[in-house]
């Protein structure tokens, strides 16, 4: 909302100063800033309001350490997160940007799916929460959405130079460019790095591809989100990790919307996506600052409010962004808890077939509650898996070089 005036106050009336606000990185500070201010300096009002509300979490015995000690903790604090990342973006974005569009809907959207799953929890006292199909539903429902949107939006386009842009000397070349409306990806870890959709058909290539496209981003929305969501089991873990891939996804966003950074690093050129740095900073800035009351020991959970949004929303940026493929790399810890309780429940139902008894990979999944059950300390636990968050970004920044 405030970009539109700075940008009158700027251009049409000339006051020196207001210009600022045309530098995205500018932006992304005050967006990162404001999005701390509301966390932290509000945030204990707004756990005291939950707690008056008696909206507590209830835990079910698995036989944890300390798991008793969380009973009646505070839940749904994803509504922090919510409004840390809205209102930031909201005051310092381009709202007439598309990217910037989807990810406000997509933050609402499964925030509110979220929302309604943590109502039924806590005041109709029902532990199941919003049924299975239910969630799926309004999961595929955001999917067709965003892939929709992506492949026929015609504000949707990469940059394609037929001269490269080069620094030398203190001179830059000027490239002749086409934007082109194509369905495109990067592929990590390779040269010449690009995959378009429609070659994966081959002759159905062309009537196929937004169907093949749309369910690519449908399927890739609902894992992460779930992801996100299992994750989300002992104090700080889903906070923390999803803070390391929300920086990542920024250092993305920005070369990828700077002609010359991306025409240096070998990365697509994706026009207008550099105002994506200004949401993720908002996400940074709103996790970094609901783990000021959700370190532990926590003072508030962010239920599934905030998990299942935190994940959807790593997913569409990662999207918009073209680095999808890059996920199971930069979002590993969420597809590692993932993957545990599949090999878990899989590797249970066949034995219990094959030998009428169910064993175990784990001594409980997702993998976290592994090593609680191992007595190890859950402070470690977190700081063990955020370590890996961090290298596991290490890498997937590490394939800018590759060229």
Known sequence: MLYPLFDYLDK????PGTGVFRFISFRAGMAALFSLIITIS???KIIAWIRNKQIGETVRDLGLEGEKQKKGTPTMGGLMIMAAIL?????FADLNNIYIILLLITTVWLGAIGFVDDYI???KKNKEGLAGRFKIIGQIGIGIIVGSTLYFNESVV??????PVSIEEGVVETPTYRDVKVAKTTIPFTKNNELN??????????AMTPILYIFVVTFIITAVSNGANITDGIDGLAAGTSAIIGLTIAIFAYLSGNAIFSSYLNIMYIPNSGELVIFASAFIGACVGFLWYNAYPAQVFMGDTGSLMLGGVIAVLALTLRKELLIPVMCGVFVIENVSVMLQVGYFKYTKKKFGEGRRIFLMSPLHHHYQKKNIPEAKIVTRFWIVGILLAVITLATLKLR
């Open 42 to 44: 509000f945030g204990h």
């Open 87 to 91: 209102i930031p973006t909201l005051l």
């Open 12 to 15: 049409v009336l000339d006051i």
């Open 158 to 163: 990469i940059r394609e130079f037929t001269n």
């Open 121 to 123: 929890k806590v005041f």
């Open 197 to 206: 959709y429609e070659t994966l058909l081959g002759f159905m290539g062309e």
